[in-house]
């Protein structure tokens, strides 16, 4: 499947703490074809965090270190192609929505400030120019697409004047800035309540088919997984325990520890699984 | 951040004794301040017996010696009188860590039960205490110890009431800020719930988790307050002649400036090495506990 | 508005502590054991000398009146009479004041244009070799005592290198009184006389630097533990991951809102600032307020401490007040919440 817009190749990743060595993904591979709804999946601690960064480039090396693997990009390596030349990509062509609503905003400049600084910049490195009113105006173009209703209002706030549910979309605005070609998102809404995060997940989902954007959406819950994904990839412990087509994990999950996953999602009707399967030591 | 941190669970956790001692290991300045605290309270309290001449404290006239410069005889060189400068330099120590154990004892009592009270019980009792810190914060300290000597007598005992009616304000603040957010955690609630005692919550429950914040502001502090204290001194307000005095000595000295320049530098230089110490101590204590906003 | 209401709210704090501080002062100065008017006169003074003094200075009213006729002064910015001199203690201060102004504008300068960007280096090379020497800096200008510092200075540039004067605010002799503004660098521009404000600049300078060195440590460190908690917040994460260039992340999202809590101290530790002035001013025979106060304190002149104490506070609170301010223009959180936490 090297074809794939996106895929991780036997990737492995080490931490070095208080002179020590953990290792903390053993030999990840991944793919996400073109167009493509991918999911990570995993408990907090698995690795899907490590594995995202290391795609993003935004592991803090040191402590972290790639010891073995690759990414590839278009088939093109991102760990071993000139700083430049990934810049050009992170950011701008694979982009990321946040997690976090309410801490990944800078709390003193206004939206208008923040996400015409990342189209300044995303220009620059893609040898673009653009003046202030054509950033500014592609700004508010963005927010409108993420159905924010008032977008010049929003643009002249400060994240603290605006609900979670209105961050997550300026967030997922800021992911779309330069048109991407794939998305990753991780855990959007699950710093929000229920309903506020459907309607987002929902709006990521409308937003991704109808630019056919990959994505990967990174998450813990595998009620998301249901919702956006077709293919699945189960991590924990560093290591990529299962991976298969969305409905035939449900269906009929490998691995003890995927029985466990699926068995943990909440039910509203229904009675318990008779056979409570243990999580994998 | 915290997922990249997280570890396989079958992985050896490191205890938190060992990540003490490898931060401690790693902290080369907590070291050298706790050796130079540990060196100066030792020469302070054997300047008697360590010092080459125990008997320049006093009025001791010796004209023969004056200006001398500092030699092996006399390591810091002489005064204007002839008197050891070393050995003035050992026990003028003695004043500056009387003047911290004094200042530091009567504030951080009073700074403690004022900020847990404040912290704890909310309502009119915080307000009226944390207006009375900023009220003191808004007096310079070493203003205040030149009042109180204009007023009553330019002594030790005075300046360090002076100094002391004020330095309270820093702790009450520590100590206010760490108990407001104590007082909603689950122990506190927890103990509040079992009907302890409001003494129980505040000496048991909330200052324990206080100890390190005031273990690093206090050996901070030491150094901060014997920088005050020379400042008075120097100003003519701190002990009275002949008893050695750091701050004194550097302004009896600087009437001989340029060409007896260790008169004034090195009693100088000695402020600066004790005030050091408690310094680098603090602030390795600061690393070592986590305490990043204490200052 | 929510930051209008929360200024507001200080100024009326401020006012207040301005209160409070008075009847501390007030206090102090009364608690005299023995006559004010005989400590200022001295034992050769005859009774009715005394009495006179007594009567003219209203020593000899109820104490409660006593306080209230110096907050009415106070509120009318009278600080009363010198015991000494008989002047008015205002016309003394005013006199004074603006030297000392010059000087801890000058310092504040100093340390926050020095120690802002040492901390900002500091964090940015974490516990690599900047981060150490900035850390070293702090430690050792934060434990110099200021009159130490300004000893050293007086020594090495004064008469080692004969590069800087060492006493005084202006050469003597020299044709150039401050006027408008009573500070010697605006003035001379106000005047248009470039080598008037050289030669303040000059006189300035090594003042300036033993007092700032203390502040600058602080503001150093404090930029310093503040840009590293930012720098791991999620919002820097992100401006990393949209490719936000390196020194727009440090020098705009990280030092801004890295900005307030050196503010903070700037202000919380201005008190000790104005005390060390004492001392520096007098090793370098500033004309300051500070100069005075000694010299007042020295002869026992009450009133006159009474009202370089005062002055201090009231210092200290304005200084607060347009650092309250200065917090709201960089972070619009307490403008729109008009709360400082």
């Known amino acids: 499947m090297s074809d794939a817009l996106l895929s991780v190749r036997d990737l492995s990743v080490e931490f070095t703490t208080y002179g020590r060595t953990q290792p903390v993904l053993h030999g990840v591979s991944l793919d996400v074809p073109a167009r493509s709804h991918v999911a990570l999946v995993g408990e907090s601690g698995s690795g899907k965090t490590v594995t995202m960064k290391s795609i993003m480039g935004l592991l803090h090396m040191p402590p972290a270190s790639i010891s073995s693997g690759a990414i590839l990009y278009d088939g093109r390596d991102l760990l071993t192609m000139p700083r430049r030349e990934r810049l050009k990509l992170t950011g701008t062509d694979m982009s990321m929505v946040f997690q976090d609503p309410m801490s990944s905003l800078n709390p003193v400049f206004t939206i208008a400030d923040q996400m015409s600084t990342i189209l300044k910049y995303a220009d620059r490195r893609l040898g673009r120019s653009r003046s202030r009113r054509e950033r500014m105006q592609r700004v508010l173009e963005v927010l409108a697409q993420v159905r924010m209703r008032e977008p010049e209002r929003v643009a002249r706030s400060y994240p603290i004047m605006l609900s979670g549910g209105m961050r997550q979309r300026v967030l997922i605005a800021m992911a779309l800035l330069s048109e991407p070609r794939l998305l990753i998102a991780d855990e959007p809404g699950t710093a929000l309540d229920v309903t506020t995060q459907a309607q987002i997940l929902k709006l990521l989902k409308d937003l991704v088919e109808e630019r056919g954007l990959a994505l990967l959406m990174i998450t813990h819950n595998l009620g998301v997984v249901r919702e956006t994904s077709d293919y699945v990839y189960v991590m924990h412990k560093g290591v990529v325990v299962e991976e298969a087509p969305t409905a035939e994990l449900f269906a009929a999950p490998k691995v003890a520890y995927t029985r466990a996953l699926i068995d943990a999602v909440p039910r509203l009707t229904g009675a318990r699984p008779a056979e409570r399967t243990e999580a994998a030591p | ?295 | 508005m929510e930051f209008l209401r929360f200024l507001l709210r200080r100024v009326l704090w401020s006012l207040l502590v301005l209160v409070g501080l008075s009847m501390v002062i007030f206090i102090i100065a009364r608690a005299v054991p023995g006559d004010p008017a005989r400590m200022a006169l001295g034992p050769t003074a005859t009774q009715e000398q005394v009495a006179d003094l007594q009567k003219k200075l209203g020593l000899d009213r109820p104490i409660v009146e006593q306080y209230g006729l110096f907050v009415v002064g106070l509120a009318h910015g009278d600080l009363g009479r010198s015991l000494l001199t008989e002047r008015p203690v205002n016309d003394d201060i005013r006199d004074t004041f603006a030297a000392t102004l010059e000087l801890v504008l000058a310092t504040i300068f100093i340390a926050v244009v020095c120690g802002v960007p040492l901390g900002v280096v500091a964090a940015y090379w974490k516990d690599r070799w900047p981060d150490n020497a900035v850390r070293l800096v702090a430690i050792f200008s934060a434990v110099t005592p200021s009159f130490f510092l300004a000893l050293l200075l007086q020594i090495l540039a004064g008469y080692v290198l004969h590069i800087l004067p060492t006493t005084g605010r202006l050469p003597p002799n020299f044709d150039f009184a401050p006027g408008y503004t009573g500070l010697v660098l605006v003035d001379s521009i106000i005047a248009g006389r470039p080598d008037a404000f050289l030669e303040g600049l000059r006189y300035l300078l090594l003042p300036a630097i033993s007092l700032a060195a203390a502040t600058m440590g602080q503001m150093a460190r404090i930029t310093r533990s503040s840009m590293i908690d930012v720098s791991s917040q999620d919002y820097i994460e992100a401006s990393r991951a949209f490719g936000v260039p390196e020194w727009v992340r440090v020098c705009k999202y990280m030092l801004r809102p890295s900005f307030v809590p050196p503010l903070t101290i700037l202000g919380l530790e201005f008190a000790s600032l104005i005390g060390n002035a004492f001392v520096v001013e007098l090793v370098f025979a500033w004309p300051g307020m500070a100069a005075y106060g000694i010299r007042t304190i020295l002869q026992k002149d009450l009133n006159a401490v009474m009202g370089v104490v005062m002055v201090s506070g009231v210092f200290f609170v304005l200084v607060n007040l347009v650092i309250d301010l200065l917090v709201g223009l960089v972070d619009p959180r307490v403008r729109i919440r008009g709360s400082r936490q």
């Not at chain 2, 301040?33 to 001449?53: E, F, H, K, Q, R």
């Not at chain 2, 009073?110 to 909310?122: C, E, K, N, R, W």
Request: glycine share 8%; aromatic share 10%.
């Open chain 2, 1 to 295: 951040m915290s997922d990249e941190l997280a570890l396989p669970e079958d992985a050896p956790r490191l205890s938190s004794a060992y990540q003490s001692w490898y931060r401690f290991s790693r902290n080369p300045t907590a070291m050298i301040g706790l050796v130079i605290v540990v060196a100066c309270v030792l020469a302070a309290l054997l300047a008697p017996w360590i010092t080459p001449y125990p008997d320049h404290v006093g009025a001791v006239v010796n004209f023969r010696a004056r200006h001398l410069p500092p030699s092996a005889d006399y390591w810091f060189g002489t005064d204007n009188v002839g008197r050891d400068i070393f050995t003035r330099v050992i026990f003028g120590f003695r004043v500056s860590l009387l003047l911290a154990v004094v200042v530091l004892g009567t504030a951080i009592p009073i700074g403690t039960v004022l900020g847990l009270t404040a912290g704890y019980f909310g309502g009119w009792v915080e307000i009226v205490i944390m207006r009375l810190t900023d009220i003191a914060l808004a007096i310079p300290p070493l203003v205040m110890a030149l009042a109180v000597a204009a007023v009553l007598s330019p002594d030790l005992v005075n300046s360090m009431l002076a100094i002391a009616a004020l330095w309270w304000t820093w702790h009450t603040r520590l100590i206010y800020s760490i108990t407001r957010q104590l007082r909603t955690r689950e122990f506190v609630e927890a103990a509040e719930t079992l009907g302890a005692s409001k003494f129980h919550i505040l000496f048991r429950e909330i200052l324990p988790n206080c100890v390190s914040a005031i273990a690093v502001k206090t050996s901070l502090d030491c150094g901060f307050v014997i920088l005050v204290g020379a400042s008075l001194s120097f100003l003519g307000l701190g002990i009275q002649p002949p008893t050695p005095d750091l701050g004194t000595m550097v302004a009896s000295g600087s009437a001989f400036l340029p060409d007896y320049w260790w008169e004034s530098v090195l009693p100088g230089c000695a402020i600066l090495f004790v005030a050091l110490g408690f310094n680098l101590l603090g602030d390795g204590l600061r690393d070592l506990y986590d305490v990043e906003n204490v200052r």
